[in-house]
């Protein structure tokens, strides 16, 4: 325990707090030190503040451990931020100028110019932006690295082996999206219950805008987007958990139906080469059931950080046109983070 790394949570008595508490127990890595939320939570111990909503029980390290406020003097040298991003955007500058490694899954810092937005399958080399982004900063040992939207994890992770082999000029994309993507207690019953929502606050514009971030390259001082259009559709669906997304693509080079499978079967990442914690042995999962991916029967593949694509079939309008499942707290949330976290001690960027 004690050669661990210490890491504290900012925000975890929320949806995705919740999921850094039960995924970091037992992490070989991590250890847990610190819990923080808002002042309503401060003070009271983690089983008391939290209205904890998953199906196994609070660690038992951290049931008594006492809530602190968000200020940067926690007993730890990580921080896993799960914060609303009506305050996530100044509390994580407080700590990386303290000198804290931010890991954040909050929207404020994704598109900053020197803030790399990660998938570790992806863009593993966007990490080259942080000694640039410390000294622009001046923030000493700090810095801030943050995850995509939980949409956008499994629509570009998707895309990544297609980009690669093919390229990629045009997106479509419809999603249906699960009900814990908007936080506890997030949308009321009597909205979503026999409904469809067609509307996701700032959701289509971050799935239109992120992706090409992360598909575009990193010289160690700016970011240079992949020349990309995407075009998204934002739907709140009654599923607990797991993001479904009918997905079309226009490709540089033509493909045959074959190839797009191959593409997706046998995609691999540093984080697999790495051989880390949390890296899925297959980040793409391909079912070839005429009916799969499903949220319910699906979302936990790999423990929840595949995506698994399905149904990929030739498009009329544009090339190709598949399905793709994510699971939105987990791959689309503290699930990354970890990821990224344990990219990031792999490269030397946290616990040197
Ligand atoms: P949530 O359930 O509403 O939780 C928000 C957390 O922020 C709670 O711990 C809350 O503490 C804390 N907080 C609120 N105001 C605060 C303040 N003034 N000072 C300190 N802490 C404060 O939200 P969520 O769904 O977990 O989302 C958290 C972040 O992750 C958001 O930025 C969201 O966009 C992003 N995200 C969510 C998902 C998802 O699937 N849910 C996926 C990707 C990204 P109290 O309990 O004390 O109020």
Request: aromatic fraction near 6%; hydrophobic fraction near 40%; glycine fraction near 8%.
């Amino acid at each position: 325990m004690s050669e661990k790394i210490r890491v504290g949570i900012l925000g975890a008595t929320g949806a995705v707090g919740q999921r850094f508490a039960q995924l970091l127990e037992n992490h070989p890595w991590f250890a847990v030190t610190a819990l923080s939320a808002s002042e309503r939570s401060a003070g009271k111990p983690y089983t008391e503040a939290v209205n904890w909503r998953l199906d196994t029980p609070i660690p038992s390290e951290l049931a008594g451990m006492v809530v602190s406020a968000c200020e940067p003097n926690l007993p730890c040298d990580v921080v896993f931020s799960g914060l609303d991003s009506s305050v996530a955007g100044p509390i994580e500058e407080q700590f990386a100028t303290a000198g804290y490694a931010v890991i954040s899954n909050s929207r404020n810092h994704r598109m900053d110019e020197d803030v790399p937005l990660l998938i570790p399958e992806v863009n593993p080399d966007h990490t080259a932006i942080i000694p640039h982004q410390r000294r622009r900063r001046g923030y000493g040992r700090g810095f801030i690295a943050t995850n995509p939207n939980c949409s956008t994890v499994g629509l570009t992770m998707a895309l990544k082996p297609l980009a690669d082999r093919f390229g990629v000029r045009q997106v479509s994309v419809a999603t249906m999206q699960a009900l814990s993507g908007a936080g506890y207690p997030g949308v009321s019953s009597m909205d979503v219950l026999d409904n469809v929502l067609p509307y996701i606050k700032d959701e289509e514009e971050k799935m239109e805008r992120e992706p090409l971030k992360l598909l575009g390259r990193c010289d160690g001082e700016r970011f240079e987007p992949l020349v990309l259009t995407v075009s998204a559709q934002c739907n709140r669906v009654h599923v607990l958990d797991g993001h479904l997304e009918c997905v079309s693509v226009k490709l540089e080079k033509k493909a045959e139906p074959e190839e797009v499978n191959d593409a997706f079967r046998t995609f691999s990442g540093l984080p697999q080469a790495l051989g880390l914690p949390f890296a899925p042995a297959r980040p793409i999962v391909l079912r070839e059931e005429a009916d799969r991916p499903q949220p319910r029967f699906d979302r936990d593949t790999e423990h929840g950080m595949a995506v698994v694509v399905g149904r990929v079939r030739p498009c009329r309008l544009l090339d190709f046109k598949f399905l793709a499942l994510v699971h939105n707290t987990i791959r689309g949330a503290a699930g990354a983070a970890v990821l990224n976290a344990e990219l990031l001690k792999a490269q030397g960027y946290i616990g040197a």
